[in-house]
């Protein structure tokens, strides 16, 4: 008998980047790639210095590989403007934190 | 005689013969051992009935082959019975069937059975006589009857055991009872050779139980004792065929003496020494009376009455083959699964996530070529119609070992968190693994 791990996995973001330098509403769609994601409920961006966190909404419910997020620049205002990296983590519907791994993962934002 | 056909006839032949040889050659990897059961030995083993008709040979088979078994086709026996030394053919022994139907008979012919049943009968008839006569003659009853009952008790009828003696030892090719040795073991039975044909055999006279002492030179002064003698073949073997044989024949070069011209002088020592006619056959020319063959009646020795240098002798004469071949058990042609090991994450998932063409898992198990996938099946839910296949690939020819290589995006698809493995052959037959 084979045992698998059904936890969420993301191994591709885009984009990776993106500037945040435009308008306080402008809004950019962030597509998360993996699999096991359709449990995912929630994408939650933290800095790891001054501890905030943004719980993000899906924006519809993911798929087995794919789940897509909208990423407004108002939201991200919160970590100030020192924060240039922010950690990804995927929340699933039983409350599962699942934190992504390696640089890959992570979510770079310029202010 | 190959030289005087084609080329091409004659390679043929030698490609044939040489395929028939390869087919007959003689494994390197089973060995035989035989014994010759003496006549009292096979008369408690097996009745007296049996061992008055057959001399019983027990043949070990030992299969030193680790991988297959070996299946005793027959039995062959052979005794080289004539004296000038030509080798004697080898024939089947009595199968076990045929030899079961004497058995059978000892249940009443066995000379205890029989003692038992004519005291029965007596009592019996005492018993019924006995109301005409009464006195002594109901008395005689009684006895005869308790008589019987501890006759029948203490002298136990042996004839069922001996014949589940033969059923479990006896050799038979009939495919409801074959030989089997077993991998890197073996097997004992016994073959059953009708001795009737060897009764007058030379070795079975009385002749053979002269000992060699020493011999003479021809002014009859001794010249060599066996006893002191250091090529003395009784010192070094105990038995000797050749010394048997010269004891038991008359033509030694050293006693050679011009033949007689008249036959009836011919057959005078014959005639002294055995109370049998000697027949003479003159030789078709009527000129050369020397070249008469004397004849005489055979000396029966059943086999119950050979010596011990007699069956000494039988036993350097004899040889046993026996015939087979190599097979492989219907277990060993399964395959079977034993070990499947995957890339794993410390908590002994399968590791998706490093994964990048190939899940590569590594089989171990038996006859792993006849696997033609491996599909992993929902353990939790056996309804869920959702299965990944992994392709085999064995390497280097070692069955007992091969990988099985599962596609990631496959496996990243299950739903649930345990499956069971499944082999599954060329035909599509699924087997579930341990």
């Not at chain 2, 000379?111 to 008839?125: C, M, Q």
């Not at chain 2, 073997?237 to 048997?244: E, H, M, Q, R, Y």
């Not at chain 2, 009646?297 to 011990?308: C, D, V």
């Not at chain 2, 599909?375 to 007992?400: M, Q, W, Y």
Request: proline share 5%; aromatic share 6%; with cysteine.
């Amino acid at each position: 008998m084979l045992h698998f791990d059904l936890t969420p996995v993301a191994t591709k973001y885009s984009p990776a980047e993106m500037d945040l330098t435009t308008g306080a509403d402008a809004a950019h769609i962030v597509t998360a790639k993996g699999y096991h994601l359709e449990p995912v409920r929630k994408l939650n961006l933290t800095h790891s210095s001054d501890s905030v966190a943004v719980d993000i909404e899906p924006l519809s419910l993911g798929n087995e590989n794919e789940i897509k997020f909208v990423l407004k620049v108002a939201d991200l205002k919160k970590f100030g403007t020192s924060a240039t990296k922010l950690t990804l983590e995927l929340i699933t519907d039983k409350n599962i934190h699942v934190a992504v791994p390696g640089d890959s993962l992570a979510f770079t934002g310029k202010k | 005689m190959l030289a005087n056909k084609p080329p091409d006839i004659a390679q043929g032949v030698v490609a044939a013969t040489r395929q028939v040889l390869s087919v007959f050659s003689r494994p390197v990897d089973v060995g035989c051992a035989m014994g010759i059961l003496d006549f009292p030995e096979t008369s408690h083993a097996y009745g007296r009935n049996i061992a008055n008709e057959y001399i019983a040979v027990q043949i070990v088979v030992r299969n030193l082959n680790k991988d297959q078994g070996f299946l005793v086709h027959d039995v062959k026996f052979a005794v080289n019975a004539d004296p000038r030394g030509s080798l004697g053919r080898f024939y089947s022994g009595r199968d076990k069937i045929i030899v079961r139907a004497l058995s059978a008979t000892q249940q009443n012919t066995d000379p205890r059975n029989l003692a038992v049943h004519t005291a029965a009968g007596i009592g019996s008839l005492l018993t019924a006589i006995a109301p005409l006569y009464l006195g002594a003659v109901t008395d005689a009853a009684g006895v005869l009857t308790t008589f019987n009952t501890a006759f029948d008790k203490y002298w136990k009828d042996l004839s069922f055991d001996q014949l589940n003696l033969l059923n479990d030892t006896g050799f038979s090719s009939a495919s409801s009872s074959q030989t089997f040795v077993p991998k890197t073991g073996s097997s004992m039975f016994v073959a059953f050779i009708p001795s009737r044909q060897f009764s007058e055999g030379w070795w079975t006279q009385r002749c053979v139980d002269q000992i060699y002492v020493g011999s003479t030179d021809r002014n009859g002064r001794v010249k060599a004792l066996a006893s002191t003698h250091p090529q003395s073949p009784v010192a070094a073997n105990g038995i000797d065929v050749d010394l048997a044989l010269k004891s038991c024949t008359f033509d030694d070069p050293g006693d050679a003496k011009p033949g007689p011209l008249n036959p009836a002088q011919l057959a005078r020592p014959f005639k002294s020494r055995q109370p049998e006619k000697v027949r003479v056959l003159y030789p078709k020319d009527p000129g050369d009376q020397r070249d008469a063959d004397l004849f005489r009646a055979a000396h029966a020795m059943p086999y119950r009455k050979w010596s011990g240098n007699a069956l000494a002798i039988f036993r350097e004469l004899s040889t046993a083959v026996v015939a087979g071949t190599h097979i492989i058990e219907q277990a060993d042609l399964q395959t079977s699964l034993s070990q499947l090991t995957c890339p794993n994450t410390p908590v002994g998932d399968v590791d998706l996530a490093s994964a990048k063409e190939k899940v590569t898992c590594v089989l171990t198990g038996r006859n792993l070529e006849k696997i033609a996938k491996v599909r992993l099946s929902n353990a939790e839910d056996s309804a869920d119609p959702a299965t990944v296949d992994g392709s085999i690939s064995v390497s280097g020819g070692d069955s007992n070992s091969a990988s099985v290589g599962f596609a990631p995006e496959d496996l990243r698809k299950l739903k649930a968190r345990s499956y069971n493995v499944f082999t599954v052959n060329a035909n599509g037959i699924e087997v579930k693994t341990a």
